[in-house]
């Protein structure tokens, strides 16, 4: 990746914020990263905004620093509905924002992903949205069992249900339902996908697959967040053609891709999340993620004239 | 930076922490005894609190 550089005088480095929820391994690889990259990071806590919508970047951050002085923004919150609004707010103030508030708007949002990857004619699983259990399973019928069944927001695995027949389908639509918020309301049903005791996660950065990684599991929801094991995925021609295909379908920006293999062997975009998680991805691929995306932000903060170098 | 030799103690659990000298604020650690999910809510004086529970909207 990018060669080590000596670090900038203090008063020339470019001062980027990184708004978090907390800090995780991620979060603190990546203001290392960021600081060895020539750059100032000003971590800032997602619990302690405070924004005035009438005003605008000239206001003071929770930090007391005017958001105006920050070259970049780097979004890394785990909530992703402070994210959004975030983002939203400070790229309307005509700050750099890190994912752009459109990709991550995108990407926080199952329904608008597969919408936005069909139009681009990106290959995906078969997928059925309805409001209520009774067209839910009508829709499940249409896709045949097993299914999965997703909520539109959040990821980490959670509230993913593989369902096997009618019944199970709605036990499950009848009890989120009842108990469930409105996000949980919303049917997302997906075609099961038969793959191959594994699932590919690719890292895009800008637009461009910088590497993969298997993620193994006996469980058929393969997150590494819950124990699936991870090896080195190589870059093959159809999986940089796909990632750089999708990427660009969704603004690009610092994207994980998760990809599925189909039994017949074509490769199958499942999901784009934009706030990537990699902290174990780096050993297994060889290639120092955090390092990448400070690079990408660097690129983004410096001014045209000094990229040249 | 801080030193390690600072005791302190898992909030649900009283198990000595061991915290590592590069640890940030706010960051997220596991207890090693009870598994909990712990932030570090002050450096000096070292200071731990429970991790807010994951919620809805949490995820990559
Ligand atoms: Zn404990």
Not at chain 1, 53 to 76: C, H, M, S, V
Not at chain 1, 137 to 146: G, H, Q, T, V
Not at chain 1, 282 to 306: H, M, Q
Request: contains cysteine; charged residues 25%.
């Amino acid at each position: 990746m990018s060669e080590r550089r000596p670090p900038a005088p203090q008063s020339t480095r470019p001062r980027v914020a990184m708004l978090v929820t907390h800090i995780r391994a991620e979060e603190k690889l990546l203001r290392e990263a960021l600081v060895v990259a020539g750059l100032t990071c000003d971590v800032l806590l997602d619990r302690e905004l405070r924004l005035d919508l009438l005003a605008d970047a000239g206001q003071a951050a929770p930090n007391g620093r005017p958001w105006r002085e920050y070259e970049a923004i780097l979004i890394r919150t785990v909530s992703q509905s402070r994210g959004l609004l975030a983002a939203l707010v400070l790229e309307g103030w005509g700050l750099r924002v890190i994912n752009r508030y459109e990709t991550a708007a995108i990407c926080a949002d199952k329904a608008r992903t597969t919408l936005t990857l069909a139009r681009a004619g990106i290959p995906q699983p078969a997928v059925r949205l309805a409001f209520t259990p009774a067209a839910g399973l009508s829709a499940l019928d249409e896709l045949s069992y097993p299914a999965v069944l997703k909520p539109v927001v959040g990821s980490w695995g959670r509230l993913l249900a593989r369902v096997r027949d009618a019944e199970e389908a709605e036990a499950i639509l009848e009890h989120r339902q009842t108990l469930g918020g409105y996000a949980q309301q919303v049917v997302y049903a997906q075609e099961y996908i038969e793959k191959p005791g594994r699932d590919i996660r690719a890292f895009v950065i800008g637009e461009r697959p910088i590497c993969a990684i298997y993620r193994a599991s006996e469980h058929w929801v393969t997150n590494t967040a819950r124990g699936g094991r991870a090896s080195n995925c190589p870059l093959t021609p159809e999986l940089v053609s796909l990632c750089e295909r999708a990427a660009a379908a969704v603004g690009g920006g610092l994207l994980a891709l998760d990809v599925l293999e189909a039994p017949d062997g074509r490769l199958l975009l499942n999901e784009i999340n934009h706030t990537m998680e990699f902290r174990n991805s780096s050993a297994p691929t060889g290639v120092d993620i955090a390092a990448a995306v400070a690079e990408y932000v660097r690129e983004a903060v410096l001014p045209v004239r000094a990229r040249a170098e | 930076m801080l030193a390690v030799q600072e005791a302190v103690l898992c909030p649900m659990c009283d198990a000595t922490q061991e915290i590592s000298a590069d640890a940030m604020l706010n960051e997220l650690i596991a207890c090693g005894d009870c598994g909990g999910e712990l932030e570090i809510v002050s450096l000096q004086p070292l200071r731990l609190e429970l991790a807010p529970p994951c919620e809805e909207d949490w995820g990559e």
